[in-house]
Nanobody, 122 residues
Framework: QVQLAESGGGAVQAGGSLGLSCLVS???????AAWFLQAPGKEREGVAA???????RSADSVKGGFTISRDNAKNTLIIQMNSLKAEDTDMYYC?????????????????WGQGTQVTVSS
């Protein structure tokens, strides 16, 4: 059974940094992976994605501030978030998918974590 477990969320002041990790288990190989955010009552929004070759894509709203990476040996997806703003406050989810392309659309991903809360105070 595929499981994704996020960690690293929490509270930080505006201008600060947070790193989120996602441990993937129950699968020997995975291709695309991404981080999404979701505000209450809204659809999940792609933040950054990476494929198995290391090609990345980021949403325009976070370019320059968020960096996605993966450690295939440790089955871990990581996102480093710098220069956080109050509007970055949301639940963050990791996801993996079968297509070797860094999609930012939620429907391209099959397996999801439970989410981790990020709260940025101004």
């Amino acid at each position: 059974q595929v499981q994704l477990a996020e960690s690293g969320g929490g509270a930080v002041q505006a201008g600060g940094s947070l790193g989120l990790s996602c441990l993937v288990s129950g699968i020997t190989g995975w291709y695309s992976a991404a981080w999404f955010l979701q505000a209450p009552g809204k659809e999940r929004e792609g933040v950054a994605a990476i494929d198995n070759d290391g090609l990345t894509r980021s949403a325009d709203s976070v370019k320059g501030g968020f960096t996605i990476s993966r450690d295939n040996a440790k089955n871990t997806l990581i996102i480093q978030m710098n220069s956080l703003k109050a509007e970055d406050t949301d639940m963050y989810y990791c996801a993996i998918g079968p297509d070797n392309w860094p999609h930012l659309q939620a429907h391209e991903y099959m397996d999801w974590g439970q989410g981790t809360q990020v709260t940025v105070s101004s």
